[in-house]
């Protein structure tokens, strides 16, 4: 019996080491971008700022790649890609990244995250589609949420800049929304036009909005609460997405 109390004391010890009882959750919201910057992203930190303390979470921001290393990622529990576009990590950050998600870490994207780092084949894996082209100004129309856990019933209207993806990303992942290519000019992808998704990535999670693009965006109620859920999803805090 020794032996076996020891072993468990030990275990305990270990737990307790990894994960000091009360320490709060943190996650990095990541806004660098190679390419077009766009406005919002100001206003998007601050209300993931907000929306993770609602959470009781510690949020940093930030657009030093150099935090993408092992240790450093191993603080944290979700890391958002906030509007970052085009070539954003070196070979060595992306492994870092890699392997923080498929070891348990999650990752929420929004909007132009999808415009991001195309040269890395596993980001799209992570992403779930890239951007492909979108039409000319901002354009209105419904949203339709999917799924047993979906945010609201009925058809949310909205304005904002509706991405056209290179694939469509259906048969790979969960999708949480579409948006319904009747109601506007430039649409591409036919009767299924996925905005958001969540996909398990190794032993983490994913989960992606092309919703996002303006300030007004951030202040909106229902857009807020579906951030929200797409925190809480990567987190693990939830079951369905």
Known sequence: MKPLLAL????????????????????????????FRHDSIPVAATTLR??????????????????????????????????????????????????????????????AAADTEYGWPWYETLVGAWFLSHPPGLQTTAV??????????????????LYNYRSNPRAEVRVVATVDERDYAGGTMGADHPIAWCRRVGKGRSWYTGLGHTQEMYADAVFRGHLLRGLRYSAGLSGGC
Request: hydrophobic share 40%; proline share 3%; aromatic share 8%.
């Open 144 to 161: 339709v949420f999917e799924g047993e856990n979906k945010l609201r019933e009925g058809r949310w209207r909205l304005t904002d800049e």
């Open 50 to 111: 907000t929306l993770g303390t609602e959470l009781g979470w510690q949020v940093d921001h930030g657009e030093d790649a150099a935090a993408f290393t092992p240790r450093n990622l191993a603080r944290y529990r979700v890391v958002v890609f906030a509007n970052t576009t085009g070539d954003v990590l070196d070979g060595t950050q992306q492994a870092a990244l890699r392997d923080f998600i498929e070891g348990g870490g999650g990752f929420v994207g929004i909007h």
């Open 8 to 35: 468990l004391l030990m275990l305990c010890l270990s737990a307790s080491a990894a994960a000091p009882a009360g320490e709060p959750s943190r996650m990095l919201v990541f806004s660098k971008t190679g390419g």
